[in-house]
DNA sequence: ATGAAAGCGCTAACAT
DNA sequence: ATGTTAGCGCTTTCAT
């Protein structure tokens, strides 16, 4: 049994309902669309014949007329990923009342996918294409060369040429461990991309050295629950284990917090965590996690806004994380 | 700073191409397409042309000529469920490499947004659309009506008039159950449906049953993390607390986990799990989840295959979950 | 207020 | 092997 359209019936068109309705094609546009006043008896008919005949407009057509199709594109690493997928939402929440759709794909953090995806989008007459994906300078000309309109999501600093939107990471960073250190934590570790061109690993460098603290071990993890994991072992596996630590994702968070349970050890006594992204899962883990949230839905918005409104004034829209408190970090909460 | 495309550039398309090649439009259609043979050194004219003014075909005008836009629907209540964003995933892999994109939309679980959904996809030329929301007999007509393909995922029974794929739940809550039978738990609750309508519900009776064992406390649950958090402290209080429990979904497991450590209680020692699904964050709850993993790769392959491909001959594909066991049931793993 | 007709970019039937 | 052309369903300019 399969649900094919019942054979010999043939599509309905504008054609259709003009003939039906007793008016010319002109008309059913017009009232469907609202291009000209038309008699309200006329738009009546119309409308009547529209129901009569279930007749869909076919916007494959409409997208060849006017040049747009009123969808636009989504390129982000992992859709799976809850950060993504939240991501994703926003921008679905944002582009669906403004009469949009939204279609989004997996890039798998390729440069070369994304690429490929941004000419396939292009080619389906997008109106704009949101991509959240590793991005850099060098990238910019290839996307320029596309045609399409585009910005960058889940993009923390300026980008020549592009507009982007992001939170203020290294901000966000900085609050995370200062909190920890007004537990008192003397050594405070770093999870994540240990590198000074990474602005939370900057963040938590700043915090330590503003309060005089010796900067903890740090250890590197991609952004994956199993990377988290791995560092989480290593971290338990510490000679001299820190009292608490920066931890760049809550994804990683998630990987850590198995790693600590497997030793068991227990969050926050024996270490204590800070994290970041603020993603549901975040609220759900044991312990639940003190994390600095990201503003997903706002950045989605602006973001889609961006794309299909007028442009704003600025180059790069930055947002401020809010550092949630709950059980990681020692507090009671 | 935005990225409209340069000012003045009017937009290639296939008649630039075909004059650039000194050929005719049709050329640069069947070597493209292959739609007829295409002598080997004019055919690379045409790509060499196609590269230098770095065409892009459209898309739309394509999709209307053929009536097919190359694009699979995807209808769930929620792509941020860690659930669907999987079966979403699975579809795109299935889709993407015999050309087709897959646009996904969320119904929240409302049928009317379901039907809207529906025809807005049915507009946009879909070649097919996947519908895993909450769909009975009633809505087979509308769904029906308008014209397009369809399948349903994620429906775990036959459904007259539709092709169906999904997991069997009975088989797997029933398996699921008996493992925590096996433990030697003498009273063992539900969470979840618990109605005589829903296939997991049954299955765990039935191993009860067969067990000899009474039928433990049923606690009502959305397929929630919320849900499961608010039966989770309905479990915990109870006045004879359960040994075990069999929970309908991982999402629901990850809610009565933290109720769980919130009263301050062991799981699996004071009361042990055993859940549905086998989402990854099944894998990195604590403690990690024994739980009845679905096939979601095959499941969204096999979807897709009946949308694109020749229909097989059955109306309902089902499949078997696999109980993976991890510690939330006791079991030392 | 309504109609006629051009044309968006593409494919495919038909002709050569 | 390649060219010509009709037409997919729609919007919109220009007439009326």
């Known amino acids: 049994m399969t649900n094919a359209p019942p054979t010999g019936t043939r599509k309905v068109t504008r054609k259709d309902v003009a003939r039906y309705a007793g008016v010319s094609d002109a008309v059913v546009s017009y009232t469907l669309n609202g291009g000209a006043p038309v008699a309200a008896a006329t738009a009546a008919r119309v409308r009547e014949a529209v129901r009569l005949l279930s007749y869909t407009p076919n916007a494959s057509a409409r997208a060849l007329k006017l040049g747009s199709a009123r969808l636009i594109g989504v390129i982000v690493p992992d ?3 809850p950060y993504f997928a939240e991501l994703c939402k926003a921008v679905e929440a944002a582009a669906v009342p403004a009469g949009y759709a939204v279609l989004v794909v997996n890039s798998n953090d390729t440069k070369k996918r994304t690429l490929e995806y941004l000419h396939s989008l292009a080619s389906r007459q997008v109106d704009g294409v949101l991509i959240a994906a590793t991005v850099d300078e060098s990238d910019v000309p290839a996307f320029q060369a ?3 309109r585009w910005a960058l999501l889940n993009h923390s600093s300026e980008l020549a040429e592009a507009f982007t939107v992001g939170v203020d990471l290294e901000a966000g960073a900085r609050a995370a461990t200062e909190h920890l250190i007004s537990h ?8 994540g991309q240990a590198r000074p061109d990474d602005p939370r690993y900057l963040g938590w460098r700043s915090a330590l050295r503003a309060a005089g603290l010796e900067p903890g071990p740090t250890i590197y993890s ?3 629950r199993p990377g988290g994991h791995a560092a989480g072992r290593e971290l338990t596996g510490l000679r001299n284990r820190p009292e608490a630590v920066f931890v760049s994702s809550d994804m990683i968070s998630i990987g850590v917090l198995r790693a600590i349970h497997e030793a068991g050890l227990n969050a926050p006594h024996d270490v204590a965590l800070a994290s970041f992204d603020g993603t549901v899962e975040s609220e759900y883990s044991w312990p639940p996690l003190t994390t600095v949230r990201q503003p997903i839905l706002a950045m ?3 973001a889609v806004n961006q794309l299909i409104g007028r442009a704003t004034s600025t180059s790069h829209q930055r947002f401020e994380g809010e550092l949630v408190i709950r059980r990681s970090c020692g507090c009671p909460g």
């Open 300 to 302: 989605g918005v602006a």
């Open 184 to 191: 008192g934590y003397q050594t405070i570790a770093f999870i």
């Open 146 to 148: 596309t045609g399409v």
């Open 222 to 224: 991609p952004f994956t």
């Open 79 to 81: 859709s799976a990923n």
